[in-house]
């Protein structure tokens, strides 16, 4: 079965920074692949996606993440970091021979300092 | 236009009561879905539609949980006795089609006293 490990449950940067939030799922082909971001009371806002071809993918909002099938990661990454970028981050796979059904991460809430 | 909306955005219940919440999803798009999400989780898959039929309801976690689509666009998520257990943040989202990516609603938090 499909599953997404974040490993991270809480990460703090300073305003300015990078960031990284790390991904890895368990899929035996190549997964369909998200990021979502979720403030409070609002609901989950897609990212960026990951279907095939290159392997970098560029997001809303400044993110980018980064598809390696030798490391089964699809690490999020931002050069520098706003304030209002403070948020929860779900990973997401949705298989290829059953696209309608996600599976998440269970999130990294991300703090930013001034 | 108008994005994914979910009614009523809290409910707070009794243990043992029925209810019901609302999802409608944006205008034509096809495919449904509901989802769970815990506290300190993210979101669990319950129950997908692809028009007016349930396509996959694998996620439903037992028999008081039963979701309807009647006519192809709003959807109903139902629960009978209603246990402390089912408190919890339901998501709606919907695709214009079933490998389209989803967009979700802002969900309905559910409370079970």
């Known amino acids: 079965a499909q599953s997404v490990t974040q490993p991270d449950i809480h990460i703090t940067v300073s305003e300015g920074a990078s960031l990284e939030l790390r991904c890895n799922y368990s899929y035996g082909a190549t997964p369909y692949l998200f990021w979502y971001v979720q403030s409070p009371g609002q609901g989950l806002q897609l990212l960026l996606k990951?279907?095939?071809?290159?392997?970098l993918v560029q997001g809303i909002k400044g993110f980018e993440a980064e598809f390696k099938r030798s490391q089964s990661s699809f690490n999020l990454r931002k050069p520098s970091v706003h304030w209002s970028d403070a948020a929860e981050y779900f990973c997401a796979v949705g298989a290829t021979n059953n696209f309608n059904k996600f599976y998440f991460g269970s999130g990294t809430k991300l703090n930013v300092k001034p | 236009g108008a994005g994914v909306s979910q009614t009523p955005s809290n409910k707070v219940t009794e243990k043992g009561k029925y209810v019901e919440l609302r999802c409608d999803p944006i205008s034509g798009h096809t495919a449904l879905y509901w989802y769970r999400q815990s506290l300190g989780q993210g979101p669990e898959f319950l129950i997908y539609?692809?028009?007016?039929?349930?396509?996959?309801d694998s996620g439903l976690p037992n028999d008081r949980f039963f979701a309807v689509r009647p006519e192809g666009s709003v959807s109903t998520l139902k629960i009978q006795r209603t246990e402390r257990g089912d408190s919890a943040v339901y998501l709606c989202?919907?695709?214009?089609?079933?490998?389209?990516?989803?967009?979700f609603g802002p969900g309905t938090r559910l409370t079970v006293l």
């Open positions: 539609f692809q028009g007016t039929g349930a396509a996959d």
């Open positions: 989202a919907s695709s214009l089609y079933n490998t389209d990516t989803q967009y």
């Open positions: 990951y279907f095939s071809g290159d392997t």
